[in-house]
């Protein structure tokens, strides 16, 4: 976990003393949209309030890339900065721990991958703060960034790359549009699930992932139906905080596996690719986990306490499709990927998803046969409708 969590309405007006503690000038990663909404000058006010400089780089745009990394580690270096504050969604909180790592270790981002070189110096102090409640990376030591080169998505998982400090504001999310808010929240309900079903989990990230799947089904439906709903945006930032909590020390499993592959050659953003792929994902483990589907499904229908373990794991597989399709989340035809092109695709994504070694923490491991036709299956899914959950 960071070293400090700071969460709750208002808790981005303290950016400028926690940059204050450890630094004389921030580097502020960030986007265009930030920017436009007015999140990134209120962030320079923050600090220059508590005698802090600060440089901006916005050019952060869906999934994070090496090129990004590269641009920034570069503007960071030329205006001396000693402090990164990541201020948007995991894109930019991605890309902000990368260059805190290089910063101090050096090198290409992609020989950390798989732990060919290790980040055994301390990172450049990092504060993170999301503004959309979804990825949890706020709160995980891993880091997810384009190979432009091969179009690989670097999955890199080491201490170092755990941000210092993490503010978790609601307030910042009210700006994100009802398709975000959906893809977001999947995003995080993936992240809850599957540190629940994943081989590495135990009773600490059990008890993080639970609470956060509360949280999101709960409120998931709320905060996309009424953005302004303060509450509902409150209780997802804080489940996608634990979620992140979660997963960053029990892994995750297939879903992650198999979406950053589309990511990477589809551009679908992260968030999207995780929500297209869960339901088929649970429909293929289901037989491999059904206590602990059973557990999810009786938090989705609470009135089907009494459910036998078959049938409320059923239950939880159904409640999600249903879910996706309440939240108008598309397939991956429906996304508008060239069917002829991604299954001329399907061998190289299945590989890549292997390699990232995610799959292999899945209560039931795929082949790559199976690899190629779950994802097969996944380009033409069809969400359930509600009918289908109940009884």
Same mark, same amino acid.
């Given at each position: 976990?960071?070293?400090?969590?700071?969460?709750?309405?208002?808790?981005?007006?303290?950016?400028?003393? !926690?940059?204050?503690?450890?630094?004389?000038?921030?580097?502020?990663?960030?986007?265009?949209?930030?920017?436009?909404?007015?999140?990134?000058?209120?962030?320079?006010?923050?600090?220059?309030?508590?005698?802090?400089?600060?440089?901006?780089?916005?050019?952060?745009?869906?999934?994070?890339?090496?090129?990004?990394?590269?641009?920034?580690?570069?503007?960071?270096?030329?205006?001396?900065?000693?402090?990164?504050?990541?201020?948007?969604?995991?894109?930019?909180?991605?890309?902000?721990?990368?260059?805190?790592?290089?910063?101090?270790?050096?090198?290409?981002?992609?020989?950390?991958?798989?732990?060919?070189?290790?980040?055994?110096?301390?990172?450049? *102090?990092?504060?993170?703060?999301?503004?959309?409640?979804?990825?949890?990376?706020?709160?995980?030591?891993?880091?997810?960034?384009?190979?432009?080169?091969?179009?690989?998505?670097?999955?890199?998982?080491?201490?170092?790359?755990?941000?210092?400090?993490?503010?978790?504001?609601?307030?910042?999310?009210?700006?994100?549009? *009802?398709?975000?808010?959906?893809?977001?929240?999947?995003?995080?309900?993936?992240?809850?699930?599957?540190?629940?079903?994943?081989?590495?989990?135990?009773?600490?990230?059990?008890?993080?992932?639970?609470?956060?799947?509360?949280?999101?089904?709960?409120?998931?439906?709320?905060?996309?139906?009424?953005?302004?709903?303060?509450?509902?945006?409150?209780?997802?930032?804080?489940?996608?905080?634990?979620?992140?909590?979660?997963?960053?020390?029990?892994?995750?499993?297939?879903?992650?596996?198999?979406?950053?592959?589309?990511?990477?050659?589809?551009?679908?953003?992260?968030?999207?690719?995780?929500?297209?792929?869960?339901?088929?994902?649970? !429909?293929?483990?289901?037989?491999?986990?059904?206590?602990?589907?059973?557990?999810?499904?009786?938090?989705?229908?609470?009135?089907?306490?009494?459910?036998?373990?078959?049938?409320?794991?059923?239950?939880?597989?159904?409640?999600?499709?249903?879910?996706?399709?309440?939240?108008?989340? *598309?397939?991956?035809?429906?996304?508008?990927?060239?069917? !002829?092109?991604?299954?001329?695709?399907?061998?190289?994504?299945?590989?890549?998803?292997?390699?990232?070694?995610? *799959?292999?923490?899945?209560?039931?491991?795929?082949?790559?046969?199976?690899?190629?036709?779950?994802?097969?299956?996944?380009?033409?899914?069809?969400?359930?409708?509600?009918?289908?959950?109940?009884?």
């Amino acid at each position: 976990m960071p070293q400090t969590i700071i969460y709750g309405r208002k808790s981005f007006e303290k950016v400028g003393a !926690e940059a204050a503690l450890r630094g004389k000038k921030a580097l502020i990663i960030s986007d265009k949209v930030m920017s436009r909404l007015g999140c990134v000058n209120q962030c320079c006010q923050y600090l220059h309030d508590n005698g802090v400089a600060s440089a901006v780089y916005l050019g952060v745009d869906s999934e994070p890339t090496d090129q990004y990394v590269e641009e920034s580690l570069e503007l960071f270096e030329k205006e001396s900065c000693d402090l990164i504050i990541s201020l948007g969604g995991g894109s930019c909180i991605d890309t902000g721990k990368a260059i805190a790592v290089l910063a101090t270790n050096g090198g290409y981002i992609g020989e950390y991958m798989g732990g060919r070189k290790i980040a055994d110096k301390a990172a450049i *102090p990092h504060i993170a703060i999301p503004t959309t409640a979804g990825t949890g990376s706020e709160a995980t030591d891993a880091t997810v960034i384009t190979n432009t080169d091969d179009d690989v998505k670097m999955m890199i998982k080491q201490p170092n790359f755990m941000p210092l400090v993490a503010i978790v504001d609601p307030l910042l999310t009210v700006s994100s549009p *009802p398709h975000i808010t959906a893809a977001t929240g999947v995003d995080a309900l993936s992240h809850a699930v599957e540190a629940y079903l994943s081989k590495r989990s135990h009773p600490m990230t059990d008890t993080m992932a639970l609470s956060a799947i509360r949280l999101i089904v709960e409120n998931i439906e709320n905060a996309y139906d009424d953005g302004d709903n303060i509450d509902a945006r409150e209780k997802m930032s804080l489940g996608a905080l634990q979620a992140g909590i979660a997963f960053s020390n029990s892994s995750v499993c297939l879903v992650h596996g198999m979406s950053r592959p589309i990511g990477a050659l589809f551009h679908v953003p992260h968030g999207y690719s995780n929500a297209m792929l869960l339901p088929a994902v649970l !429909e293929f483990s289901k037989e491999a986990c059904m206590e602990r589907l059973a557990d999810l499904g009786r938090i989705f229908k609470t009135e089907y306490k009494n459910l036998s373990i078959e049938r409320a794991a059923s239950v939880a597989v159904e409640s999600v499709k249903a879910l996706c399709q309440k939240l108008n989340i *598309p397939n991956l035809e429906g996304w508008g990927i060239e069917e !002829e092109k991604f299954n001329l695709s399907v061998s190289k994504m299945a590989r890549d998803a292997i390699d990232s070694g995610s *799959p292999a923490n899945n209560p039931r491991v795929p082949t790559k046969q199976e690899l190629e036709e779950l994802y097969h299956t996944c380009y033409h899914y069809k969400f359930a409708t509600e009918d289908k959950v109940q009884g």
